[in-house]
C-alpha cells in the first residue's frame, strides 16, 4: 500500500514538473503545427541502444536518414511519404519508457525553427519518442544553426 502512495506521488510530482516545462520551453514566433506526428516507446533496457538512431541534429532532412530511422523504431510499419523538398521531420527522445513526451515550435521572421521536445523526468528504463513532420517552407535555420541539407541519425 506504501509503495502505492509512493508511486502516485512521484506521478504526480512528475506531471506538475512537466507542465512547468512545458510553459518554460514555450517558443516565440508563429506556432508550428505538425502535419503529421507519430509517439511511441520502447519499454525493455535492451532496447535503449535504439535511442541512438535519433539525429543529433534534431531533423532529418533526407528520405535516406528518414528510412533509417523508421525501419529501426517502427519498422513493421509501412514507410510514410515525405516530401523533402517542402517538409522536415523534427525527432525527440527522452529515457524511460514511462515517460510522456510533447513538442512545441515556432518560426520566427526570420525563418529560424525554435522549439524543442519537453519530457516527464520518471526514471526507469526505456525510452520515448517523437517524431513530427513539418511543413519546411520558409525555414531557413534550426534554433539559430543554420540546415543541413544530409542530417540524420548520429
Known amino acids: 500500500m506504501m509503495r502505492l502512495a509512493n508511486c502516485l506521488q512521484g506521478l504526480v510530482v512528475a506531471l506538475i514538473c512537466f507542465c512547468l516545462t512545458s510553459a518554460v520551453v514555450h517558443a516565440e514566433g508563429k506556432p508550428v503545427k505538425p502535419v503529421k506526428e507519430w509517439k511511441g516507446k520502447f519499454a525493455?533496457?535492451?532496447?535503449?541502444?535504439?535511442?541512438?538512431?535519433?539525429?543529433?541534429?534534431?531533423?532529418?532532412?533526407?528520405?535516406?536518414?528518414?528510412?533509417?530511422?523508421?525501419?529501426?523504431?517502427?519498422?513493421?510499419?509501412?514507410?510514410?511519404?515525405?516530401?523533402?523538398?517542402?517538409?522536415?521531420?523534427?525527432?525527440g527522445t527522452a529515457a524511460c519508457a514511462a515517460n510522456r513526451i510533447q513538442a512545441n515550435f515556432s518560426l520566427d521572421d526570420k525563418g529560424d525553427l525554435n522549439g524543442g521536445f519537453v519530457a516527464t523526468e520518471i526514471g526507469g528504463p526505456g525510452f520515448v519518442y517523437m517524431i513530427l513532420v513539418v511543413n519546411r517552407a520558409h525555414v531557413k535555420s534550426f534554433n539559430g544553426k543554420a540546415m543541413e541539407k544530409e542530417s540524420g541519425s548520429r
Do not use: C
Not at 541512438?52 to 528520405?63: C, L, V
Not at 533509417?68 to 523538398?85: I, N
Open 44 to 91: 525493455a533496457q535492451a532496447d535503449e541502444p535504439l535511442m541512438k538512431e535519433a539525429p543529433m541534429s534534431g531533423y532529418i532532412a533526407t528520405e535516406k536518414a528518414w528510412a533509417k530511422l523508421w525501419k529501426a523504431w517502427r519498422g513493421k510499419e509501412k514507410l510514410p511519404k515525405v516530401d523533402f523538398t517542402k517538409q522536415l521531420v523534427l525527432v
